[in-house]
């Protein structure tokens, strides 16, 4: 079994070998189970498997990066760079947005001020 940061420091060729490596190795494991093999290699298919995504995680990881840095500086940055949140925080009005009256609104305020009233003690 391989961690994640041990495989962070591989090149992306490396990796590729790895996944291959591990997918011919599930599926001598998936032959096995069938053709009624021993209980140590049935087992074992959870540990390749969890192995595949390790690799995958860390390469998909890597490639994500690459493109963040080639992405630098350009005007736009392609959807899957871009924050999440939810949908609608995304289609929500900005605060400056928020925060601006309409032409009738401004008319009204500086015509119609709040009233000042002086109270007596």
């Known amino acids: 079994m391989v961690k994640a940061y041990e495989l962070r ?26 053709t009624g093999g021993a209980a140590s290699k049935i087992a074992k298919i959870k540990q390749v498997r ?45 605060k400056e947005q928020r925060g601006k009256k309409t032409l009738k609104q401004q008319k009204k305020d500086t015509h119609f001020p709040m009233r000042r009233y002086a109270v007596q003690a």
């Not at 420091?9 to 189970?33: F, Q, S």
């Open 9 to 34: 420091g591989l090149p992306k060729e490396e990796l590729l070998k790895t996944l291959a490596e591990n997918r011919k190795t599930l599926a001598d494991l998936h032959v096995a189970k069938v």
């Open 50 to 94: 969890k192995s595949i995504a390790r690799v995958l995680t860390v390469h998909n990881q890597q490639q994500k990066e690459g493109i963040r840095k080639a992405a630098t500086g350009s005007k736009y940055i392609s959807k899957d760079l871009r924050v999440k949140q939810t949908r609608a925080m995304r289609r929500a009005l900005t």
